[in-house]
């Protein structure tokens, strides 16, 4: 049999068509109203009542943690808000209401973060600057030793230090409270005038920090006559103030003369506490085997001192 010859007029056959495959199916995307309202029920139910000096809080109760209009009360806002977030009814919270919500709900900072991106919110300044050290971050600036440590503040007031670090920069005990500031120091302090030997470097680095830092604590009226301070009483810091720079390196390498010791070259690390991030650990290692002999020689010279 022979094939059947072409017929170039004819019209070709239309191709064999066929219901295409299925699609497969995903999970429904994430709803930020559903994944908030999951969130503050939660974190409300997780609560003990005792813990709290609400009236009638000892009636009976059916369901664990604080009651919707309890945590109303401590927000200052009314029951229906919390059960229409409760019930993710499209409500957008504003950062005043996430902020009495979070303190409502005694939210740790993470948690409390996470609460403000659900809500698509800005967070502001933590309640109160922190301007103690922490004992768990006090113990482990100490254990930290023989690497130079310190813990600071935003302000860079310098909350706790090891004595290799007092050993490396001027002693923190001789200095009244005031001058315990890293930036001060830098700044105003004679003998540290001369102990970077890129004092240009460093200065940026700690004028964007303190910039930054304002941008966050806008309310701190100590870091706003601090900055007002620096830029009355030292040239460098009123002419890079205005650059509005906030890069900050958190890890880096310094040239430093020290005075007794001569060079020394420190790789250093800034490390910022989960439970804590309004303050930050730095810590120095010696980048050679010629400065870790000078930090050492400064270790014995501070053992000796009376």
């Given at each position: 049999?022979t094939?059947?010859?072409?017929?170039?007029?004819?019209?070709?056959?239309?191709?064999?068509?066929?219901?295409?495959?299925?699609?497969?199916?995903?999970?429904?995307?994430?709803?930020?109203a559903?994944?908030?309202?999951?969130?503050?029920r939660?974190?409300?139910?997780?609560?003990?009542?005792?813990?709290?000096?609400?009236?009638?809080?000892r009636?009976?109760?059916r369901?664990?943690?604080?009651?919707r209009?309890?945590?109303?009360?401590?927000?200052?806002?009314s029951?229906?808000?919390?059960?229409?977030?409760?019930?993710a009814?499209?409500?957008?919270?504003?950062?005043?209401?996430?902020?009495?919500?979070?303190?409502?709900?005694?939210?740790?900072?993470?948690?409390?973060?996470?609460?403000?991106?659900?809500?698509?919110?800005?967070p502001?300044?933590?309640?109160?600057?922190?301007?103690?050290?922490?004992?768990?971050?006090?113990?482990?600036v100490?254990?930290?030793?023989?690497h130079?440590?310190?813990?600071?503040?935003?302000r860079?007031d310098?909350?706790?230090?090891?004595?290799?670090m007092?050993?490396?920069?001027?002693?923190?005990?001789?200095?009244?409270p005031?001058?315990?500031?890293?930036?001060?120091?830098?700044l105003?302090?004679?003998p540290?005038?001369?102990?970077?030997?890129?004092?240009e470097?460093?200065?940026?680095?700690?004028?964007?920090h303190?910039?930054?830092?304002?941008?966050?604590?806008?309310?701190?009226?100590a870091?706003t006559?601090?900055?007002t301070?620096?830029?009355?009483?030292?040239?460098?810091?009123?002419?890079?103030?205005?650059?509005?720079?906030?890069?900050?390196?958190?890890?880096g390498?310094k040239?430093?003369?020290?005075?007794?010791?001569?060079?020394?070259?420190?790789h250093?690390?800034?490390?910022?506490?989960?439970?804590?991030?309004?303050?930050?650990?730095?810590?120095?290692?010696?980048?050679d085997?010629?400065?870790?002999?000078?930090?050492n020689?400064?270790t014995?010279?501070?053992?000796?001192?009376?």
């Amino acid at each position: 049999m022979t094939p059947r010859a072409l017929d170039p007029t004819r019209a070709p056959a239309p191709p064999h068509t066929r219901t295409p495959p299925r699609a497969p199916t995903t999970p429904h995307p994430l709803d930020p109203a559903q994944e908030l309202a999951a969130f503050l029920r939660t974190r409300r139910e997780r609560l003990d009542p005792d813990d709290f000096a609400l009236p009638g809080r000892r009636r009976a109760r059916r369901t664990p943690g604080l009651r919707r209009e309890e945590v109303a009360e401590l927000a200052g806002v009314s029951t229906d808000y919390v059960v229409r977030l409760e019930q993710a009814r499209g409500l957008r919270p504003s950062a005043q209401v996430v902020q009495a919500l979070a303190h409502a709900l005694r939210l740790p900072p993470a948690e409390r973060a996470y609460l403000f991106n659900l809500a698509q919110q800005h967070p502001g300044a933590p309640d109160k600057p922190t301007t103690t050290a922490p004992a768990p971050l006090a113990h482990l600036v100490t254990d930290l030793s023989p690497h130079p440590a310190m813990l600071m503040n935003h302000r860079y007031d310098i909350l706790a230090w090891n004595p290799e670090m007092a050993a490396l920069l001027p002693d923190f005990d001789t200095l009244p409270p005031p001058h315990r500031n890293a930036l001060w120091l830098c700044l105003l302090h004679p003998p540290m005038r001369d102990f970077y030997e890129d004092r240009e470097h460093t200065l940026r680095e700690g004028v964007a920090h303190l910039r930054a830092a304002w941008a966050t604590h806008p309310d701190d009226q100590a870091l706003t006559d601090l900055i007002t301070e620096f830029a009355t009483r030292d040239e460098d810091f009123a002419r890079l103030w205005p650059e509005q720079d906030i890069k900050v390196n958190g890890r880096g390498e310094k040239a430093l003369r020290h005075p007794e010791v001569g060079a020394i070259t420190v790789h250093f690390e800034v490390l910022l506490p989960l439970e804590d991030p309004d303050q930050r650990l730095l810590i120095y290692r010696a980048a050679d085997a010629e400065s870790q002999a000078a930090l050492n020689r400064l270790t014995q010279l501070s053992t000796q001192r009376p």
